[in-house]
């Protein structure tokens, strides 16, 4: 929304309103993102009434996931006759995504698609398909911004982009020109306002091509920080996802620490982190004005094909935002914050499913009950009410 559209809509609002005191009616239960937008310049302190101001509660829950990492092995097991069918992997938990308002993964690895030629770590290009699975598994948002964004140059990564956009899944952390970059994604749903920004720490070494820096986003602590006040004039909710920390490294480093308390001050409410492939422990960060911010450190492989235990342990984290109006006040909560954790079935690097780590098979995960509940401690450490639903 551009500035003088918002002033517009702000004018609107207003004189609506003394139209309405004059007539005698209340605003009632109607609401519009700019009356609740937060921002005390745009507030007008109620008139004095008799009868209280009529609560309304809205709520939007939020999911996440880790890294979708498409090695080789992978997109060879997706391979049908005319094409790839990624979606079969996705199934065994789609139910917990698609019940989220708002669903988020991170898109590891560009899918440029078969004519750029596909290709395996250390420089990841898969089919198009991978896009089509999460959008038919329930995925709104994608996180582009990570250390395999550059692996294979510009054309992967236009090409990933046209293809979310084809789809209606949105992206963030990289664009397809500098005005792209600039637009802040701004999402409404249930009457809430949500923005995402993304950023890596680094990209393997290559280089951003020259005068393209919107191709990647990278971490730079003033430049999050002066992004992170210009979404919180746009929206209610501030959502940042980034790329960062030691990979199997099961703990959040000084520099993760350092990032998501920068990130909190400047006004983010929710950090989602990935890269590592192993799990690191959710907490809350509680600013120096007093807010909460919610941090999932790492989040591990949502779909990879890694060796070892710890590596095919991945997770959903499940979050509610909600919103209370009462009058011309309105106040945003984060609660109810869970996690289901899932588990990299395959056999021989073939057969992927994404499945609830309470259901790794015996054969695979010698003792998957010891497993899930050691991830429980493991990510509530910093969190005891963090909740465990199994369905
Ligand atoms: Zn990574």
């Not at 990289?174 to 995402?196: C, P, T």
């Not at 945003?332 to 899932?342: A, C, R």
Request: charged share 15%.
């Amino acid at each position: 929304m551009t500035k003088a559209s918002k002033y517009h809509s702000v004018t609107i609002l207003l004189l609506l309103t003394m139209l309405l005191l004059v007539t005698g009616c209340g605003l009632g239960n109607q609401t519009s993102p700019h009356e609740a937008s937060g921002t005390p310049a745009a507030t007008q302190s109620p008139k004095p009434s008799t009868t209280p101001p009529k609560e309304q509660v809205m709520k939007v829950s939020l999911a996440a996931v880790g890294d979708v990492l498409i090695h080789s092995s992978i997109f060879k097991d997706a391979k049908t006759k005319d094409g790839y069918n990624f979606q079969p992997m996705f199934d065994p938990v789609k139910s917990f995504i698609e019940q989220a308002d708002i669903a988020m993964a991170n898109q590891e690895s560009m899918i440029g698609g078969e004519q750029l030629g596909l290709s395996d770590f250390p420089r990841f290009n898969g089919p198009y398909e991978v896009g089509d699975a999460l959008k038919a598994t329930g995925f709104d948002i994608v996180n582009l911004a990570n250390n395999h964004t550059l692996d294979r140059g510009e054309a992967a990564i236009t090409n990933t982009i046209q293809h979310f956009r084809k789809l209606g899944i949105a992206y963030t952390g990289a664009y397809l020109s500098v005005e792209d970059q600039q637009e802040i994604r701004v999402m409404q749903k249930n009457g809430i306002s949500f923005a995402f920004l993304s950023y890596t720490y680094g990209t393997n070494g290559l280089p951003v091509p020259k005068g393209k820096p919107y191709l990647v986003n990278l971490i730079d602590i003033p430049t999050v920080t002066a992004d992170i006040t210009k979404a919180r004039k746009l929206a209610e909710v501030v959502v940042v996802n980034v790329h960062f920390g030691q990979e199997y490294v099961n703990m959040p480093n000084t520099s993760q620490k350092k990032f998501t308390q920068a990130a909190a001050e400047a006004g983010a409410d929710i950090i989602i982190g990935h890269h590592p492939h192993v799990l690191q422990p959710i907490e809350w960060i509680t600013t120096s004005s007093g807010r909460k911010t919610f941090v999932a450190y790492s989040l591990g492989n949502f779909i990879a094909a890694q060796e070892g235990d710890l590596k095919r342990t991945g997770g959903i984290v499940q979050l509610e935002v909600q919103k209370t109006v009462r009058g011309n006040e309105s106040q945003i909560q984060l609660i109810n914050p869970s996690f289901i954790p899932t588990w990299i079935k395959m056999t021989n690097w073939r057969q992927y499913q994404i499945v609830p780590l309470w259901e790794a098979p015996a054969n695979q995960l010698a003792n998957a009950k010891a497993s899930y509940e050691k991830t429980k401690l493991h990510m509530s450490q910093w969190m005891p009410e963090l909740q465990f639903p199994m369905k």
